[in-house]
């Protein structure tokens, strides 16, 4: 598992992947800032491209470049899906699933990676194969 670290803004245990890597490479520190926290105080909900900043590091007060922005806006793009999150995710599925089996027929609606949706017919007898092959 990766190690647990708390965030020095809200105070919250998080994986390490919830942090940048580092916040500017002008700063000396180890980051202890969350990346959603940093979401919040630095000019990130959108492309920092445009922007001049005139933001400093909410840790040691170095003031970031737009390459600093464009950095932490790239990890934030990149960072993973919390792990909590999927497996919250697979647990609602399998109850799916279970509900399914109780009943002898009914729809499971289907959420694809690319966006797309769809409602399948199932029945208590249908396998996971006969639904792969439904969705593609």
Do not use: Y
């Amino acid at each position: 598992p990766t190690p647990a670290m708390q965030c020095s803004n809200c105070h919250v245990e998080k994986l390490s992947c919830d942090f940048p890597q580092q916040i500017s490479s002008e700063c000396d520190h180890a980051p202890s800032t969350c990346l959603a926290c940093l979401v919040e105080t630095l000019p990130l909900k959108q492309r920092p491209g445009r922007m001049a900043p005139m933001t400093d590091c909410p840790e040691c007060l170095i003031t970031l470049s737009v390459a600093d922005l464009e950095g932490l806006w790239q990890a934030l793009q990149e960072q993973p899906d919390c792990l909590v999150f999927q497996d919250l995710d697979a647990l609602l599925a399998r109850e799916r699933l279970a509900a399914i089996a109780k009943e002898s027929h009914g729809q499971v609606d289907v959420a694809l990676l690319d966006g797309r949706r769809c409602s399948l017919d199932v029945s208590s007898t249908t396998r996971l194969g006969e639904l792969k092959e439904k969705v593609q």
